[in-house]
């Protein structure tokens, strides 16, 4: 019975792991038309920003920009779960 519980403990972690969370941005555009004053990016575990991605307003003519978040913390993020679970 000894044995089932590390496998159990593991089990348990994995399924209540995790983490998501939100960023807001605002651009206000001296035409205030263009602007965006609620633009919402939505991350989570394992934190791979650079993959994540947001359009928001240039504030010339109505354009938009596709822009991504900067940084890449996976490694980090599953090296601590790797090692809590060892």
Do not use: W
Request: proline letters at 3%; aromatic letters at 16%.
């Amino acid at each position: 019975m000894v044995i089932f519980a590390p496998i159990f403990a593991i089990f348990a972690f994995a399924t209540c792991g995790g983490y998501s969370g939100a960023l807001k941005v605002s651009v206000d555009c001296a035409n205030k038309s263009e602007s965006n004053l609620n633009i919402e990016i939505g991350f989570s575990y394992p934190f791979r920003l650079h993959q994540v991605y947001f359009d928001a307003p240039t504030c010339e003519e109505k354009k938009q920009e596709r822009l991504f978040l900067i940084g890449d913390y996976s490694s980090s993020a599953e090296f601590f779960e790797a090692h809590l679970c060892i």
